[in-house]
């Protein structure tokens, strides 16, 4: 029985992923409400729409995901005038989250970061490790995700953005 019961989900999940995959296989990015650092509540599918939309899962005590935060930094000023959105999407729980706004000011960083204390949302990317990286198509789209940094993988992340941003 307990088999029948498991193979139902499994394949009741199957069908959810297939109903939000485009004929390419690409599937969609879940929506999800964040509070951003000044309180305000953001809605991912209300930011998609005007180009691509990077989602950085990070945390403050991630020295990997600081380091890629610093060439994201780049790429968004490079690109944020021309549809191209990010959210630093900080995985802190309640012990650690009191530590990203004074490291989000220390760094400068102008890009929105969004508070996940309980990583909800980054167990709905299946961000298992930070720092993750997904980037969405003006449709909302997943067309890339990447776990984890070493220096030069901005370089296919640039790319990507800058390759939608001329569709």
Known sequence: MRNLFSSIILIAVSFLALAQSNSEG?????????????????????????????????ATWCKPCLEELVEYKKIYNEFK?????????????????AKVKPLVSSKS????????TNSEIARLYYAQAMPYSVILDKDGFIIYSHLGYMKGDEIKVRDKISEQLKK
């Open 26 to 58: 690409i599937r969609k990015g879940p929506n999800f409400k964040l509070e951003n650092l000044d309180g305000d509540m953001i809605e991912l599918n209300k930011e998609v729409g005007d180009g691509p939309v990077l989602l950085s899962f990070w």
């Open 109 to 116: 960083y102008n890009f929105p970061v969004l508070l996940d």
């Open 81 to 97: 005038d021309q549809g191209f959105k990010m959210y630093a999407i900080s995985t802190d729980d309640e012990k650690t989250v």
